[in-house]
Nanobody, 126 residues
């Protein structure tokens, strides 16, 4: 059973940095890509970026390019989302998801992803 578990969320001040983790287990992910999404109250789920598990290629949404960085540690089966210069509008529930690389690369819709974590809350106070 594939499981994705996010961690690292919390309450931070505007301008702070935060690193989220997504630990994957229960499967082999070499042919998958891991995406990061967020959803703020009353808003649609927003794609943030994606990383290919095998090679580590990345792609980012324009809204976060230059502020957010996705990386992975294959030895730990963990993907990270480094967020810098956080703003109040970054407040949301952040989720990671795994999808078949050929299907979701580079900006497949959220419903094309196969596995999802439960999300972690990030709150940025101004």
């Amino acid at each position: 059973q594939v499981q994705l578990v996010e961690s690292g969320g919390g309450l931070v001040q505007a301008g702070d940095s935060l690193r989220l983790s997504c630990a994957a287990s229960g499967g082999t992910f070499s042919n998958y890509a891991m995406g990061w999404f967020r959803q703020a109250p009353g808003k649609e789920r927003e794609f943030l970026g994606i990383i290919s598990w095998g090679i580590g290629s990345t792609y980012y949404a324009n809204s976060v390019k230059g502020r957010f960085t996705i990386s992975r540690d294959s030895s730990k089966n963990t993907v990270y989302l480094q967020m810098n210069g956080l703003k109040s509008e970054d407040t949301a529930v952040y989720s990671c998801a795994a999808g078949w690389l050929r299907t979701v690369w580079p900006k497949g819709s959220w419903h094309e992803y196969t596995y999802w974590g439960h999300g972690t809350q990030v709150t940025v106070s101004s």
